[in-house]
């Protein structure tokens, strides 16, 4: 859908919840047709994180996954009449922008669950603190050109590839209360490394740099993450920042795994990399030291 200049148009001035529906039943009937491989990998891992569910109601789970997955490519094009209250439901709202108002650089943290390009716009929406986004660029070229036009518009700041991390100390060191966004769930080497699902995984990519920037740093973790309700409709859902200065990485990396793993077994049916991880593959246990 975003290397089709003609679909992404199509989204863009149809209205929001239109615009929506049609994502949803494109990737659901036609575009899951062609990708047989991550749905089955989706299959294979639900069966192990949810046993307890009938194969029928795992079958629904995945076909609502791909409605998911089209809603919000084609939610991509209209992410700025998203972001609002009438759209957005924040858990415990005046609590959740009282931490947004605190002090000190925060690191916002989540998973690809809901409509994660809206959860990013969202909380630039909600803050006056510089924010900026850590992200991965599609290997297509025209896919990657389409994603950073769309995003231009209501992400900010963004970076990626080499000297990211470089760029990043700078925003949170140079800008007073300065926010990072960085999505957990990422791939590499044909696995998901977090949530871990009690899996002896050290932390590693996204979550040992935002560990190791906290302490740098000084800034706390804001796990929080974006689920779909109905339609282009959404609850944010958050828990109390995690403070590097009275906590061991440990001790966060629980925290943070307890509450996003949770939300990415309940929400499966809009998890992302669902497909992207292998749970079928053992993960070499870590010598003991």
Known sequence: ??????????????????????GGWLSANIARRTMKLRDA????????????????EREAILTQRWVNIGRTMAELANIDRLVNDAHVTVIDKA???????????MIAFT???????LLAAHIKWS?????????????DP??????????????????????????????????????????????????VWFPTFGRPLEPSGNLSIALRLARKVGAQFLPFYLVRTHGPHFELHWRAPLDPALM?????????DDFLGAACVTHADQWLALHDMDLTQPIPIPPAM
Not at 10 to 15: A, D, E, G, Q
């Open 1 to 22: 859908m975003l290397s089709n200049p003609f679909l992404f148009f199509l989204m863009r001035h149809l209205p929001a919840p239109i615009a929506s529906w049609l």
């Open 95 to 105: 609590a959740y922008q009282a931490v947004l108002d605190g002090p000190g650089p």
């Open 127 to 139: 803050t006056d603190r510089p924010g900026l986004g850590v992200y991965e660029a599609p290997e």
């Open 142 to 191: 025209k896919t990657a050109a389409q994603l950073k036009k769309a995003r231009s518009s209501y992400m900010g700041e963004a970076i990626g590839g080499e000297g990211a991390a470089r760029g990043v100390l700078k925003h949170l060191t140079q800008k007073d209360r300065a926010t990072l966004y960085i999505l957990a769930d990422e791939r590499r080497d044909r696995q």
């Open 111 to 117: 998973a690809h669950l809901g409509n994660w390009d």
């Open 248 to 256: 061991t990485d440990a001790q966060i990396v629980a925290g943070l």
């Open 41 to 56: 990998r989706a299959r294979a891992n639900l069966a192990m994180l949810r046993p307890d569910l009938p194969e029928t």
